[in-house]
Nanobody, 114 residues
């Protein structure tokens, strides 16, 4: 199982960024996919999730500024973030829950400058 994360980088406050995660080795369409993040010195926190039925949910901290979407044909889930704030600076992780197992992708750093 592999979750490859793409995107991340440096962006100025108010800007936008798109993260993508491509999964292999799992039945993607049956998987709950989620994004988490971990800011420096803080615990990892949930950001957004997409159920296999396409239901989406967001943390209050990103609600209204972020969109999670999935493409089952491409085994991919993305997180589009806009109106970024310095407090969005974190390492972002992709997570898959399927068949009773949990898988994590490698993190990607998002740095938002003020």
């Amino acid at each position: 199982v592999q979750l490859q994360v793409f995107g991340g980088g440096f962006v100025q406050a108010g800007g936008s960024l798109r993260l993508s995660c491509v999964a292999s080795g799992i039945i993607f369409s049956n998987s709950l996919m989620a994004w988490y993040r971990q800011a420096p010195g803080k615990q990892r926190e949930w950001v957004a999730s997409s159920t296999r039925g396409g239901f989406t949910n967001y943390a209050d901290s990103v609600k209204g500024r972020s969109t999670i979407s999935r493409d089952n044909a491409k085994n991919a889930v993305s997180l589009q973030m806009s109106s970024l704030k310095p407090e969005d600076t974190a390492v972002y992780y992709c997570k898959a829950i399927t068949g009773g197992y949990t898988y994590w992708g490698q993190g990607t750093l998002v740095t938002v400058s003020s």
